[in-house]
């Protein structure tokens, strides 16, 4: 019994090193996973900026693909290796979680989000992205990623869904707490005219629907620095034939300085995109415009 103390004082010694050690160890593996997370947004943010600023549409969308398709090699050798979550659905079992214990009362809310950016993401992922329409200005990207025609509040839209790349932003710190500031304001407008040319009405927004100004919020392998949203647009009478969509989006640096990007898509109107002959164009106003405005041939001719 004499060595008794003896015996604890080395078994503790031992569990105490050992504790010690795996602490140690699960500190090292964490700074590793870190550092190889960096390591893989450094090699995008590298390599992103010709994609963001490529004036050529063709070769825009021949190198989309394989552009992401190494982002997300990576990103999978990088799970496999950290043993990471390849579901990517760690925040809303986390939203599910608090539910469950009534400390959330904006459940739908974030899950709509979380959906939202999800259905970008794996199109991104699975080398299905393929945007309706691109352009860049001012260093920034907009793509209209679909066009869709669908339901709202059982009425139809055609819905504009946006990925702008390479809006400014900041991360701030308040204490422990971390928060991505992203700038980046939106504006839209819609010019539509008949087969003529002759300017048949216009329509106006401001900020997109839905608007995820942090993707990686919710997903966090989501590539850095882009931003989502959409307009949702009435179906259209059917006498225009012609569109002119105009997006404009300001973005103001950390260093103080603000570029203005603006995007103009023209396009026939697809049929789709129509109400049916003789259908009344709900909510439409009556403004004064002059003769030069709404009809463009006759400013030419004086």
Not at 52 to 76: A, C, H, I, L
Not at 228 to 248: Q, R, S, T
């Amino acid at each position: 019994m004499r060595y008794f103390g003896v015996l604890v004082l080395v078994a503790s010694v031992l569990v105490g090193s050992f504790m010690f050690h795996r602490k140690l160890s699960a500190q090292a593996l964490e700074a590793q996973k870190e550092a190889d997370v960096a390591r893989i947004q450094k090699d995008y943010l590298e390599r992103v900026g010709w994609m963001r600023t490529n004036p050529d549409d063709k070769t825009y969308r021949e190198e989309v693909g394989p552009f992401f398709k190494s982002y997300f090699e990576q990103v999978d050798a990088h799970l496999t290796k950290y043993k990471g979550n390849k579901e990517f659905d760690s925040y809303i079992a986390e939203v599910e979680r608090k539910a469950e214990g009534g400390k959330d009362d904006k459940v739908s809310e974030r899950k709509a989000a979380y959906e939202y950016t999800r259905k970008v993401f794996e199109a991104l992922r699975k080398g299905r992205y393929s945007p309706v329409w691109t352009a860049t200005d001012k260093g920034m990207r907009l793509d209209v990623v679909s066009s869709d025609v669908v339901m709202v509040q059982g009425q139809p839209q055609v819905r504009f869904l946006l990925a702008l790349w390479g809006a400014q932003r900041e991360l701030r710190e308040d204490g422990k707490l971390k928060k991505m500031m992203t700038s980046a304001a939106f504006e839209a407008s819609w010019k539509l005219m008949d087969a003529k040319g002759k300017l048949f009405g216009e329509m106006r927004g401001q900020e997109p629907s839905s608007k995820i100004d942090y993707p990686e919020r919710y997903i966090a392998e989501f590539p850095p620095q882009m931003v989502l949203g959409h307009y949702d647009m009435d179906l259209v009478p059917n006498e225009v034939a012609k569109m002119e969509i105009a997006f404009k989006v300001s973005s103001r640096a950390a260093s103080g300085g603000t570029a203005d990007a603006n995007y103009l898509w023209k396009l026939d109107v697809p049929s789709e995109w129509k109400l049916g002959a003789g259908m009344k164009w709900e909510g439409a106003t009556e403004e004064e415009r002059s003769e030069e405005e709404i009809d463009p041939s006759k400013s030419a001719k004086n």
